[in-house]
């Protein structure tokens, strides 16, 4: 989805009638302007526009503050070939969550989610996750393709707190549940790169990974992002007893999941040249 349907659709949500949607949207356009004047465009000058002087980041190879953030502006102008794809945009009260694809940062293209925190019409704080774009799943699917309008402005709290009794309740309780319980036993899209569309394709690759000896385990979630019907969880766990952070984006239709994308990644190890503020 190119900035300029974002824009208009950011334009077209502050327009309903929803409590807290219209701020939600003036924080999404925001920060939709502040990546194309700064990252997209190179221009180190227009970072004091829109970040705040003493920004908090949890990506570990940044430091804190607004003059960390110049530097990796102009390191994106300098190599000259960054390009982003923005593909969803999620708003909720003070955070904006984006769901994209990136150029530039290596050989490889990166899928990631970027969370900002919007206070006094600034960026004041940043986490994300990002990974090496992968080849598609079983089932066709990338990480990235699927449904992107937002509807159900009104199920956000209902969707939101559905998506986190059900990682609660099946990642970190490890409950015996009933599924269908929360994911539609009929419709439902993947796009983890290992793991095939489907209540089957879900419980063949936990089955594959169980022979393996490898474990997932979620531990805590720290943040739940909504807007209508899709909602976006950062928590922290281990795979294969290796700390790892995890991004879920669901998204859900009539109280059920009916698609899932996520970002895994490793949590920062000792090494990392920043990691002041954490990972989370």
Request: charged letters at 20%; glycine letters at 8%; zero cysteines.
């Amino acid at each position: 989805m190119t900035l300029k349907k974002l824009f208009a659709s950011a334009a077209i949500v502050a327009t309903l009638p929803f409590a807290g949607q219209a701020d939600s949207a003036e924080n999404k356009t925001f920060v939709l302007e502040a990546l194309e004047n700064t990252l997209l465009a190179g221009d180190v000058a227009a970072v004091d526009q829109y970040f705040a002087k003493d920004i908090i980041q949890h990506n570990e190879m940044f430091a804190n503050g607004i003059e960390a953030q110049k530097e990796v502006v102009g390191f994106l102008a300098g190599n000259g070939n960054f390009k982003a794809e923005y593909v969803r945009v999620i708003a909720d009260d003070d955070l904006v969550a984006v769901h994209a694809r990136y150029e530039g940062f290596g050989e490889t293209p990166v899928i990631g989610f970027d969370v900002f925190r919007i206070e006094d019409g600034k960026i004041a704080e940043h986490w994300d996750n990002l990974i090496p774009e992968q080849p598609v799943n079983p089932s066709g699917r990338t990480q990235i393709d699927g449904a992107t309008a937002i509807t159900d402005l009104d199920q956000t709290d209902a969707n939101k707190a559905k998506v986190e009794e059900f990682i609660t309740r099946a990642l970190i309780n490890h409950e015996q549940l009933d599924f269908t319980q929360y994911i539609n036993p009929a419709n439902y899209a993947q796009h983890n790169p290992m793991v095939a569309d489907g209540l089957d394709g879900f419980g063949a690759f936990m089955a594959e990974m169980a022979q393996q000896g490898i474990t997932m385990d979620y531990s805590e979630i720290h943040q739940v992002i909504g807007e209508g019907n899709f909602v976006l969880t950062l928590s922290e766990g281990a795979l294969g007893n290796e700390p790892t952070a995890f991004y879920d984006l669901f998204r859900l239709e009539d109280g059920l999941i009916v698609e899932h994308w996520d970002v895994i990644a490793p949590m920062p190890g000792p090494d990392a040249p920043h990691n002041e503020a954490g990972k989370f």
